[in-house]
């Protein structure tokens, strides 16, 4: 599976846009970007994942660069909910996840 | 609907012992996956199950540790003579098609 490179921390005002960069510089044509997130003590949770395109859910927009080599989660309105570690991943639809050490988001009032 | 349910929450066994796990997917998912999270470490990759295909079992450290999946649903972690490097959260996820994993509660084991 390819590796991916993501800032150790990053903090975000509440009520503002959390960007979450992702590096993914060897990520083959088959592998799709996926992101989850782990809340403390709970199990980690997905959010969205995307190929080539930008996706959007109910919980976040997926913006891939067009040469796929980057990726930005977008949390549109972050609150304090919203603290956990972010990871990024790649790989093949129904693969097995290869996690890193991802981004602890610190929302702050 | 219901997510995906894990039992026992938390199991406290002594060196030595066997345990058992057991993860219930969601309905329909045809993909079954165990991970595990050791106390202030990252998520390590144990097995993973694909339909009526043969499982990939590249995750697992020992041959201590085995998983079945039953009718292409529940499924049954066992840790034969545990250890107390065994202590872990042990995380079951579910998926369908290109989607997402949809992660249980977990199981919190603990070596005495």
């Known amino acids: 599976d390819a590796k991916t490179t993501q800032p150790t921390s990053m903090d975000c005002a509440e009520g503002r846009a959390a960007n979450l960069p992702c590096n993914h510089s060897?990520?083959?044509?088959?592998?799709?970007v996926y992101w989850y997130r782990q809340i403390h003590s709970q199990g980690p949770q997905y959010i969205i994942h995307g190929l080539k395109n930008n996706e959007t859910n109910e919980m976040a927009s997926l913006i891939i660069t067009e040469d796929r080599k980057s990726s930005t989660l977008i949390l549109p309105h972050a609150t304090l909910r919203d603290t956990a570690v972010y990871y990024c991943?790649?790989?093949?639809?129904?693969?097995?996840?290869?996690f890193g050490a991802g981004t602890i988001l610190r929302v702050k009032s | 609907g219901a997510g995906v349910s894990q039992s026992p929450s938390n199991k406290v066994t002594e060196k030595g012992k066997d345990v058992e796990l057991r993860c219930d997917p969601i309905s329909g998912h045809t993909a079954l996956y165990w991970y595990r999270q050791s106390l202030g470490q990252g998520l390590e990759f144990l097995i993973y199950f694909q339909g009526n295909s043969a499982p990939d079992k590249s995750g697992l450290p020992s041959d201590r540790f085995s998983a079945e999946r039953t009718g292409g649903s529940v499924s049954t972690l066992t840790i034969q003579r545990t250890q107390q490097e065994d202590s872990a959260v042990y995380l079951c996820a579910s998926s369908f098609g290109q989607g997402g994993q949809y992660f249980g509660p977990g199981t919190r084991l603990t070596v005495t």
């Open positions: 060897t990520i083959s044509g088959n592998e799709y």
């Open positions: 991943i790649v790989g093949e639809y129904g693969n097995k996840l290869v």
